[in-house]
Structure formats: C-alpha cells, structure tokens
C-alpha cells in the first residue's frame, strides 16, 4: 500500500488562498457585529433575513484556541470558575468565557445572543450549547431536531422524518417573524438554496479528486477553508464563485500533478478535528512524506461517496434520493426547506452514513483515499466525537492499516496536550511504517 519512495511531485501555493482568508475575515467582522440580530446555531434560512448573522460556536472557539492561546486560556478559566469543568467541549468553554468576560479577543465588547437554536449533531453536547447562552441573558431558545435511525433503507420512513425536520423548520422561521418583527425573504431563499445546491456539486467534485494521487490538498488547507458556507455563513453568490474557483483550481493540480506534499510516500486519514494549537503537527509528518488527505469530517465523504459492488467509487445513494432542483420548482415556503443544506446534509442519509452508524464507514473511507494508515484523536470531551472510536482503530488494523490513537482534552482546549511526547509519537509511528524524515 505505501507510496514508492524517491518520487517527487511538483507543488505550488493555492491561488485561491487569499480570496478564502478574505471571506474567512469578513465572516469574523461581521459575527460579532452590533447592528445585527445574532442567533446560535448554523442554517441557510438566516440569509433569507434581513438583520439576523448566525454565529455557531466551532468555528469561533477553534479560531480563538488557534490564534490567541493566552485569551481562550482566561476565557476557559472564566467558563470552569462557573462550574463547568475540563469535560466540557472546548468551542463552548472559550466561546461562553467571552460571554462571562464581556469581551473578545480584541477587546470588543462580546455580542450576547439573542436567539439560540442549538442543532442536534453526533456530538451531544451541540444540544446543549445553547442552555448557557439563554441563561446568562434570558433570550428565546428553539431547539433543532432532526430524528435518526439505523438498519436497513427505508424510504416510507425517511419521508415522515423529512416532513417531521420541514415541520420544525417552518415553525421557527415563524416565530422568528413574530419575535423579531422581520419578514422571511422567500424570494431570497429561493435564490439561497439553488446557490447551495451548485456548491455541493463543486464540492463533491473536489472530493472525489481528492482520492488522486498525488492529493492535491492536505487536510490542514481543507481545515482553513472548509467550513466556508457550512459552519461560516457568507454570502451566497460569493460563496457560489468561490467553490467554482477551488474546484477548478483542484481540477487544473490534479491535471498536472500537483501535491500537496511533494515527497507524498505515505497517506493518513484523522478521525475528526484535530488540535487547533497545534497543526504544526501536519507539516511535522510532511518530513515523512506522510500526507493527511482529510477525515470525514472535512470531506463529508461518509455521507456522499460509496465503493459500489463493481468497485467504482461513486456517490451514495439516499432516500429520498438527492437531486438538483432548478430554482423555477420552488413555489411554496415548504418546497424551499425540503431542499435546504441542512435536510441534505444533516438529514437521515448523512447521519445514517456517520460512522457511528455504519461501523466500517472509516474502513471504506480509508479504501476510497487510499490510504496507507489512520490517526485517531480520542477526547476527553464531546462523548459524540469519540464514541466507539477505539473499535473502529480495531477494524482498520484488521483491515491491514497503521492505526495510532492519542489522547487530549479537545480540539479547542491543550491542557493536556503534552506536545514533546506526542511528537516522540509520531515518531515512532512512521518508524514502525519504515520512513525516515527526509534531509532537506
């Protein structure tokens, strides 16, 4: 499986990256801006609104963790004086210390919520994200519900919990009218989700080339720009040219072979978000030639890939099945959230395609990626992101991949990161796969 050693690929800087720490800023700037109305939680709907920014908590806490540690140390500290302790995820310990603290890293004054609308995700504690923010300011909570199940397809059923989620979906957006006094924007909307639909064509296609070698990405570009329209909401027509301009830039480095890495000899998947303190790490392992092509996290590939029986990698199919709606066929509030992001991405297709759910979807990811090994960051928090993770290191092993697992506090909280053992580690892992560090 390992990569033969000695070749040598061309690299080049991303010609995109500006225009991503761009929008990247923007969406900063705006998150935490005066004049807007602030809801927790993530959706498409919040565009269709004319004074409502959402702002969901991962990125921000990972962004704080990342760039200013000695802050989210205090914003942490303010957050465990409170009593909640070192188990809770550390996104929601910085990002409730500044509420606590009344401030941001730059010294703005904190914006509090005024509308929180916890989603429910693998990781229980997203459900339970929006509790403190509605006590520390009593503000009105609407709780995101989406309902799961596990076996074999069933389309009769997958209809009732989609009519279930578009219920849920309709009922908010009309007491965010009643609450707020704004009108949604169907005509917007309308616009909104034929935009969203063009993204996740460009998206999948830059997922799928993401399985050439060699990978034209590293999963520390994918964690910088990822989450541009998921987790960060833009505006959409920006957001519509940007994927067009990565997919077509993928598409020109894959054409000619250009890494990531240059020395690529030895392909990893990672098992959710890594720590953001420390993603110096990737560069560490590219002395290797090791490549981290990404997770199922950032690729969403659990949810959209499959190795067919005849062996080709192809999407997977769902039921209801997906498919592109031309904006024309929208004509009714309840057309528009049956094909919102979220049913596509959150409905039951996606969380049945979690690895939770299906115990070797990490196996067929690391089969479609190619991949020579796996690591494994197991947490000490978020029960959701580490449940059954030591049985799935299993499973790939047996499968004939190099599995390491490490253990921490959370993506956005070090304290028990201990640096210097996890790169001795490291070493040791690509020793056991027979590579040395290159000299130069």
């Not at 998150?31 to 565009?47: D, L, N, T």
């Not at 989700?193 to 080339?209: C, D, H, N, Q, T």
């Not at 994927?243 to 890495?261: G, P, S, Y």
């Not at 969380?351 to 020579?372: G, Q, T, V």
């Amino acid at each position: 499986m390992a990569r033969v050693n000695g070749q040598i690929w061309e690299t080049r800087p991303l010609e995109f990256w500006d225009r991503a720490k761009e929008l990247r800023a923007g969406w900063e700037q705006s998150a935490e801006s005066k004049e807007k109305i602030v809801g927790q939680g993530h959706g498409a709907w919040a565009g269709a609104f004319p004074a409502i920014t959402i702002i969901e908590d991962n990125p921000r806490g990972s962004t704080i963790a990342a760039k200013d540690m000695p802050f989210a140390r205090t914003a942490r500290l303010a957050s465990e004086v409170r009593g909640w302790g070192r188990e809770l995820c550390g996104y929601h310990g910085v990002l409730w210390g500044c509420q606590f603290l009344g401030q941001n890293p730059d010294g703005t004054p904190f914006n509090n919520r005024k509308l929180v609308v916890p989603m429910p995700a693998t990781c229980d504690q997203h459900t339970k994200r929006g509790i403190q923010c509605r006590d520390f300011e009593p503000v009105p909570q609407w709780q995101g519900d989406a309902t799961v199940y596990v076996g074999e397809n069933d389309f009769d059923r997958e209809v009732e919990m989609v009519n279930h989620r578009v219920y849920n979906e309709l009922k908010m957006i009309n007491d965010i009218e009643r609450i707020f006094g704004q009108k949604f924007d169907e005509d917007a909307m309308r616009e909104i989700v034929g935009l969203y639909s063009k993204v996740a064509e460009y998206r999948a296609e830059i997922f799928m080339m993401q399985m050439n070698t060699p990978a034209p990405l590293s999963a520390k570009d994918l964690y910088s720009f990822y989450t541009l329209g998921g987790r960060l909401t833009i505006d959409p027509v920006e957001l519509e040219k940007f994927w067009k301009l990565v997919r077509d830039e993928i598409r020109w480095r894959v054409d000619n072979k250009i890494a990531a890495v240059g020395t690529e000899r030895f392909r990893f998947l990672e098992a959710h978000p890594p720590q953001y303190s420390f993603l110096k790490y990737y560069r560490y392992l590219e002395q290797y030639g090791a490549v981290c092509v990404g997770s199922q996290y950032t690729n969403f590939t659990a949810a959209v890939y499959e190795r067919k029986p005849n062996g080709e990698v192809a999407q997977r199919e769902t039921n209801p099945p997906r498919r592109q709606i031309g904006i024309e066929e929208f004509k009714t509030r309840e057309d528009l959230f049956r094909r919102t992001p979220e049913l596509n991405i959150r409905g039951p297709g996606g969380f049945k395609s979690d690895e939770n759910h299906r115990p070797y979807a990490l196996n067929e990811f690391a089969d479609m990626y190619h991949c020579d090994g796996a690591f494994f960051w197991v947490w000490r928090c978020g029960v959701g992101c580490t449940m059954t993770r030591k049985e799935q290191a299993i499973r790939l092993r047996r499968a004939g991949y190099s599995v390491l697992t490490y253990e921490g506090s959370a993506p956005g909280d070090p304290t028990d990161l201990d640096e210097k053992r996890f790169l001795e580690q490291l070493d040791a892992w690509m020793e056991t796969n027979n590579l040395v560090k290159y000299e130069n």
